[in-house]
């Protein structure tokens, strides 16, 4: 995969992944789905529905919302312009929302950190395993400090999003989308 193509694969993937029944936009609806998966306690649940709320009015307020739909297209375009234009460090909002919403599901314990053990068992519980766990866990833990922060899935997200090289971890982002 040419370097230039890796973040439109990886943002394809991801509104592939959000786009529960293929119609070529993403609803409230599909994110009411992952909401609606949740099965921790009653305060976990509407921490996760809020920062799914805050991440579908960002997506608005960036202007990809149309009618209550998000299309394929301007999804891929958004992030293609950002890629292109972006300053250094800058953080859109939509991507720091989804960096947010990842965080609060994995986050369970609400100690402000999710260690490895928290982390496989986040992907685990949406069918990701195997060694590609454990491996994502180290590309992400920016530091080495054992443990994982906001700030370090909203680096991840920003390169998610913008970095043209094929190797940025991905499975993190796209697992709350999954069955």
């Not at 993403?26 to 009653?42: H, L, M, N, Y």
């Not at 301007?74 to 990842?102: I, K, M, N, Q, Y």
């Not at 986050?107 to 060694?131: C, M, N």
Request: charged share 30%; aromatic share 10%.
């Amino acid at each position: 995969m040419a370097a230039v193509g890796a973040y439109q694969q990886r943002v394809r993937e991801l509104f592939d992944t959000i786009d529960a029944d293929l119609d070529g936009a993403i609803t409230w609806g599909d994110f009411r789905r992952v909401i609606d998966r949740q099965t921790g306690a009653e305060p976990q649940r509407r921490l996760v529905e809020e920062e799914f709320d805050g991440l579908w009015a960002a997506l608005r307020d960036a202007g990809l919302d149309r009618g209550g739909r998000v299309l394929r297209g301007e999804f891929l375009a958004d992030a293609g312009r950002r890629a292109a234009g972006s300053a250094p460090g800058a953080t859109p909002d939509h991507v720091t929302r989804f960096a947010d919403a990842a965080y609060c599901l994995m986050d369970t314990g609400r100690d402000g950190r999710v260690g490895k053990a928290r982390f496989r068992r986040y992907l685990e519980e949406r069918s990701i395993t195997g060694p590609a766990a454990v491996e994502e866990f180290g590309r992400l833990d920016r530091c080495g400090a054992g443990f994982l922060t906001r700030a370090d899935l909203c680096a991840a997200g920003r390169r998610f999003f913008a970095d043209p090289n094929p190797g940025v971890p991905r499975k993190w982002l796209t697992a709350p989308f999954f069955a």
